[in-house]
């Protein structure tokens, strides 16, 4: 069987990135824990422009949603859906006040003309907790990802292999787990996380290498080409991590995001990646 890995280097990809607009309801987004400062709507706005501008230098287009007041979660727009190629699974939000916000990107979606499936009642399934990496998808079983959610993610991709991960801690599987490059994975230096990676090598055969990175967050990765972009306000600091990654990717580019970090927002939080 080809190696997708090795396809992945050598076919022309066409990227487009979905985000959306930061709400002036922001500081009511959800967290797990209270932030231990409120959270700064401002910067909060600076960070998103930031990083929507380091997206520009990546991908042929990026296209800007508009926030919606009655959505303080919109601007994590990954949750809303899983998209491979030219098919997507729009979610449905594990959180019922972020339920609804899937809406504007089920249209953006359709304008795209990607081929669009629904979660099944009584599934719920947020994308953080969808990771795709060499050809397999692993789906996250969280707090806000059911087995009906993920049996509705691999009826959405009926090619692609879905293992189901146990999320013993933290958020999203994405929070802890992040890809580097097709075969490495960031993987947050902590007991629960460590025993995810654990799962992923045994269902795999100990396909993938191991990448750890120091506190909270820093393993959430956005890898757009051979660029990764990590985050400059966690665990080894902006300088330390920058270096850490160099080791395993052509590009690292650290982006402040201090203020979604407060509600447990992450940098592939931020981003709906097409590639096709
Ligand atoms: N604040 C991100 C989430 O809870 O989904």
Redesign the pocket.
């Known amino acids: 069987m080809a190696d997708p890995d090795a396809a992945e280097g050598t076919k022309m990809v066409s990227r487009i990135a979905i985000v959306r607009g930061v709400p002036d309801s922001f500081c009511d987004?959800?967290?797990?824990t209270p932030p231990p400062q409120p959270v700064d709507l401002e910067r909060a706005r600076l960070q998103h422009a930031v990083y929507v501008d380091v997206l520009k230098d990546l991908v042929q287009e990026v296209i800007e949603l508009p926030a919606d007041n009655k959505y303080p979660?919109c601007p994590?727009i990954e949750?809303t859906a899983v998209v491979i190629g030219n098919r997507a699974l729009i979610t449905h939000?594990g959180?019922a006040s972020?339920q609804g916000e899937e809406e504007a990107i089920r249209e953006a979606l359709k304008q795209l003309r990607i081929h669009i499936s629904e979660v099944e009642p009584p599934g719920l399934i947020?994308g953080?907790d969808v990771l795709y990496a060499s050809g397999m998808l692993f789906a996250g079983n969280s707090s806000?990802t059911n087995v009906a959610g993920i049996e509705s993610l691999q009826k959405a991709f009926p090619d692609v292999r879905v293992h189901t991960i146990r999320v013993g801690e933290g958020?999203h599987l994405k929070s802890a787990i992040s890809s580097i490059s097709p075969k490495i994975l960031a993987v947050e230096d902590s007991p629960a996380a460590i025993a995810m990676f654990d799962e992923i090598q045994q269902k795999t055969d100990g396909h993938f290498k191991m990448v750890k990175t120091l506190g909270p967050g820093a393993a959430n990765t956005v890898l757009v080409g051979d660029a990764v972009i990590c985050s400059a306000t966690l665990g080894l600091g902006s300088l330390k991590l920058e270096a850490h990654y160099k080791q395993h990717a052509r590009h690292v580019i650290p982006v402040d995001i201090s203020e979604f970090h407060k509600?447990?927002?992450g940098l592939t939080?931020l981003s709906l990646l097409i590639e096709r």
């Open positions: 987004a959800l967290s797990m979660d994590f949750d939000p959180a972020r947020d953080g806000r958020l509600v447990d927002g939080c």
